[in-house]
């Protein structure tokens, strides 16, 4: 089946530094994939609505500045969490939709990110 | 807005029957999900349904819709210890061609008992 891969699957970084985590399809074209944020033991938050070619659409809430999402091409999403805190520490994950209509969303592993 | 709520906690013995609900309230969804967080690790598609569908099967998965309630669940047969995990409903919002914009529950975390 459909594959969306992520790396890393786990990352520490230094406060202040800025980190890359990439999500990439393996077997098809996704011009729409989506990053999510969970917090321990909390359901998944839809940060923003990544589009191949054009701006992220990002949620209520969540700093474009900060999270910096680019989507060069149909195969490959990348979030940049800039100036890390230990704060922005968490589960991020992100999925892709194959085929038409949205009938089936993958997901990637998942990154987990620790600022220290 | 859309709301997705799950109960947080089931606990079955192995082999019986486990059923995980499930209920939403945007009527507009298309697409209902289930997936399946094992501890650390990503998400896993179980099984999804279309919203003019009322059952959908899968070997050991079964997929209840009651549309006029607005009710999803998830029926796992036999269920066995490596089904212990957290089980997340999730529905499709369809913005204007915007697909795969999932809306999730809080997830259901199943205990198989031996």
């Known amino acids: 089946g459909a594959v969306v891969s992520q790396h890393p699957s786990r990352v520490i970084c230094k406060s202040g530094t800025s980190v890359k985590i990439e999500c990439r399809s393996l077997?098809?074209?996704?011009?729409?994939m989506f990053w999510y944020r969970q917090f321990p033991k909390k359901s998944l938050m839809l940060m923003a609505t990544?589009?191949?070619?054009?701006?992220?659409?990002?949620e209520q809430g969540v700093e474009k500045d900060k999270f910096l999402i680019n989507h060069a091409s149909l195969t490959l999403s990348t979030l940049t969490v800039t100036s890390a805190h230990p704060e922005d520490s968490s589960f991020y994950i992100c999925?892709?939709?194959?085929?038409?209509?949205?009938?089936?969303?993958?997901f990637g592993e998942g990154s987990w990110l620790t600022v220290v | 807005g859309e709301d997705v709520e799950q109960s947080l906690f089931l606990s079955v013995r192995e082999g019986d029957s486990s059923v995980i609900n499930c209920t939403y309230t945007d009527s507009s969804s298309t697409y209902l999900y289930w997936y399946k967080q094992e501890p650390g690790a990503g998400l896993q598609l179980l099984t999804y349904?279309?919203?003019?569908?009322d059952m959908k099967q899968d070997q050991r998965l079964t997929v209840l819709l009651n549309k006029k309630d607005k009710h999803l669940s998830l029926r796992i047969a036999d269920t066995q210890t490596g089904d212990s995990a957290i089980y997340f409903c999730?529905?499709?919002?369809?913005?204007?061609?915007?697909?795969?914009?999932?809306?999730f529950g809080k997830g259901t975390k199943l205990s198989v008992k031996p």
């Open positions: 077997d098809f074209q996704a011009t729409t």
């Open positions: 999730a529905e499709s919002i369809d913005y204007g061609g915007s697909q795969g914009n999932l809306i």
């Open positions: 990544s589009n191949e070619g054009s701006k992220a659409t990002y």
């Open positions: 349904i279309f919203s003019n569908m």
């Open positions: 999925s892709a939709a194959a085929g038409f209509a949205g009938n089936t969303i993958y």
